[in-house]
Nanobody
Framework: QVQLVELGGGLVQAGGSLRPPCAAS????????MSWFRQAPGKECEFVAA???????????YYADSVKGRFTISRDNAKNAVYLQMNSLKPEDTAVYYC?????????????????WGQGTQVTVSS
């Protein structure tokens, strides 16, 4: 059984940065697409960023418009981990951030296309 554990959330001022990691265990996820989603209070869970599973051409990334240019998703297959570098944080980025993985190497942006989820990590951005 795959387990995903997110770490590295916290409180940061607007304009600051965070880089929460998501560590996987139970199965090697190098060939799986992995994503970050987030859920703010009173709002639905939304897609943030995704990275494809590895192939001979490398991997590709995809971002929600709201974070494009500020957030970067990356993976370290040797550590079976994925990271979300968050720069220029805004108060509207405040949410619980979830890591997710799916069997396919192809990116998906809907929650029901992901089989494995972490417990989430709180990110709070103060103005």
């Amino acid at each position: 059984q795959v387990q995903l554990v997110e770490l590295g959330g916290g409180l940061v001022q607007a304009g600051g940065s965070l880089r929460p990691p998501c560590a996987a265990s139970g199965r090697t996820l190098s060939s799986s697409a992995m994503s970050w989603f987030r859920q703010a209070p009173g709002k639905e869970c939304e897609f943030v960023a995704a990275v494809t599973g590895i192939s001979w051409t490398g991997d590709s990334t995809y971002y929600a418009d709201s974070v494009k240019g500020r957030f970067t998703i990356s993976r370290d297959n040797a550590k079976n981990a994925v990271y979300l570098q968050m720069n220029s944080l805004k108060p509207e980025d405040t949410a619980v951030y979830y890591c997710a993985a799916r069997y396919s190497r192809n990116i998906a942006t809907r929650r029901n296309e992901y089989a494995f989820w972490g417990q989430g990590t709180q990110v709070t951005v103060s103005s």
